[in-house]
């Protein structure tokens, strides 16, 4: 039977390893830092026997330490300063991760490689102060144009007020003089109602008085018959002869 002479514990869960101080030069040649690379992994179970029969105990220096080295200075040499520590810093974590992942799939299956986390790099002092004053003046420009904002917000609202507060205006103006036509109106139906009333109320006395003195012309007309001319004529005889009787016989005036 073979003789147990030597083991190594191999973790299966994830785990994170540590890649320190990684120097690396841009495309314009400056060297800069990365003070540290994490890189969150797991081995997987059915995988073991494989991984460790090729690549040993320390599988994870040739696929992730050392590859972190190699894959930086790829990403580095490919660009700019301003894109490594502004640009596309950003970038780099998931950028690592899919090299990394790519590799292991085909070399190394039973490697997973689940999260990169990449620090911030150090770059020269001077050209740190350089970033530094241009985040300055970069900050400034938008604190400027923030208050640039606010100044514009500001007089937006002033206008939005000044208009909404002429339009009240206006809608009052129109709601008085619509009250003001109202008033007169009113007035002048009033005054038509009145005028009215009042041309009935003189024709209708008109009406009555004509209608009176019809009557009575009807009245007299139908009391002017031969008899009562007759008698008429008579009575105005007897109001206006005086009778003298003596012994000459009787004498008859009539005063003319």
């Known amino acids: 039977m073979p003789v147990l002479t030597q083991y190594e514990p191999i973790q299966v869960t994830i785990q994170t390893d540590e890649v320190k101080n990684i120097p690396c030069g841009t495309k314009g040649g400056v060297m800069i830092y990365f003070d540290k690379i994490e890189v969150v992994n797991r081995l997987r179970k059915d995988y ?5 029969l090729n690549y040993g105990v320390t599988y994870d220096k040739t696929w992730i330490y050392d590859k972190i080295h190699h894959e930086i200075n790829q990403f580095c040499s490919a660009h700019t300063l301003q894109d490594v520590y502004i640009d596309k810093f950003d970038q780099i974590d998931e950028n690592m991760k899919e090299a990394l992942q790519k590799d292991c799939t085909i070399y190394a299956p039973g490697i997973e ?21 241009m985040e300055e003046e970069r900050t400034k420009v938008l604190i400027a144009m923030e208050r640039q904002k606010v100044v514009e917000k500001e007089a937006e609202t002033q206008m939005k007020m000044a208009v909404t507060e002429a339009e ?3 809608l009052v103006s129109k709601i008085r003089m619509e009250q003001i036509i109202m008033e007169k109106e009113s007035t002048k139906m009033q005054q038509i109602i009145e005028n009215e009333m009042y041309l009935n109320r003189e024709k209708s006395l008109a009406d009555s008085s004509f209608y009176r003195v019809k009557k009575e012309a009807e009245a007299n007309e139908l009391m ?13 005889i007897a109001n206006n002869t005086k009778m003298f009787f003596g012994d000459k ?5 009539l005063n003319s």
Do not use: M, W
Not at 48 to 52: E, G, Q, S
């Open 113 to 133: 490689i689940i999260n990169v986390r990449v620090t911030k790099p150090t770059i020269p002092v001077v050209i740190a102060r350089n970033y530094e004053q």
């Open 168 to 170: 009240k205006d206006a």
């Open 48 to 52: 073991v026997y494989d991984t460790i």
């Open 224 to 236: 002017l018959t031969p008899e009562y001319l007759e008698l008429k004529f008579i009575e105005a």
């Open 249 to 253: 016989g009787s004498v008859c005036v």
